[in-house]
């Protein structure tokens, strides 16, 4: 089993997410089952998007269990419309949800750190599906409430997943081949790296827009998960890192 994470560029629009549901079908060849979890389609402007969705009205300032509900529906959007295109595709496919995915949370709303994961309503329904969908950046907490993860959560989300159920490893689709030696949107001709350590990956995420969130690289050193970033858009080979 893989965890395959599509976050909101690889998700945008439906020619991207047809190269999204490519590796899909590539993951079920190689790996059997693939567990995929899912961010709000696109950016700030986009309709669906986690920035839009958290303007709807100022208003959630007063109420930050409020916009974490409102938020958290980007990711179930996003699973929806990616559901959908499978089944068009001919791949079957299940969603599990809110209370159905196990994923508890605790600490503050907006921030949200996974308590922990109960694997049993994901494991039951692989045994009548190998290709289940997760939506990202959200778990429920001790009072039953949405919460999110902190932006970038889905990356916390794949990575806890592949801990709990143990996945050999995490795939992320990205708008760059692999994690370069800087942000190509910041420095030019960066080398794009084959390999690195988890450790030394965590100094890359130490700036304003990580290729992954930095919570979730810690989390996959805690469970010595192995992750592989490549491109959405090409099959060229990506960047692996390792415990
Ligand atoms: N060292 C790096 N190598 C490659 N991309 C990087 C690096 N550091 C930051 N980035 C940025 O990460 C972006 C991809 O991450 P992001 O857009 O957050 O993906 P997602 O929507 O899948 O979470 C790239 O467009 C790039 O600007
Ligand atoms: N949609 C959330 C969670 C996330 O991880 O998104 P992305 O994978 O697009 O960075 C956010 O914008 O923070």
């Known amino acids: 089993m893989i965890i395959q994470k599509f976050g909101g560029i690889a998700m945008q629009d439906k020619e991207i997410r047809s190269k999204c549901i490519h590796h899909i079908k590539d993951g079920l060849d190689e790996f059997g089952t693939v567990v995929i ?3 709000a389609i696109g950016r700030f402007g986009d309709p669906y998007a986690t920035d839009t969705l958290l303007q709807i009205t ?3 300032s007063s109420s930050t269990a409020a916009s974490d509900l409102a938020a958290s529906c980007g990711e179930l959007i996003a699973a929806a419309v990616l559901s959908a295109e499978l089944t068009e595709e001919g791949v079957p496919n299940a969603i599990l949800h809110g209370v159905q995915s196990g994923i508890k949370t605790a600490g503050e709303f907006g921030d949200g750190t996974i308590s922990h994961i109960d694997p049993s309503s994901i494991l039951k ?17 001790a009072d039953g ?4 993860l902190g932006r970038g959560g889905s990356d916390l989300t794949a990575v806890a997943l592949a801990g709990a159920l143990k996945a ?5 689709f990205k708008d760059v081949p692999g994690v370069m030696s800087d942000d190509p949107r910041k420095v030019a ?6 390999f690195l350590q988890l450790e030394d990956f ?10 992954i969130q930095k919570r979730a690289a810690l989390h996959a050193i805690k469970t010595a998960t192995p992750l592989y ?11 692996w890192i390792k415990p």
């Open 168 to 172: 050999s490893h995490v795939e992320f």
């Open 189 to 194: 001709n960066p080398l794009k790296l084959d």
């Open 145 to 148: 409430q949405v919460m999110t």
């Open 202 to 211: 965590l100094p890359l995420l130490d700036c304003e827009r990580p290729i």
């Open 37 to 39: 979890v899912v961010s």
């Open 58 to 60: 100022d208003a959630f």
């Open 125 to 141: 329904k692989l045994e009548q599906t190998n290709c289940i969908i997760i939506p990202g950046f959200q778990g429920i907490n």
């Open 229 to 239: 970033i490549r491109g959405v858009a090409s099959t060229e080979t990506g960047t």
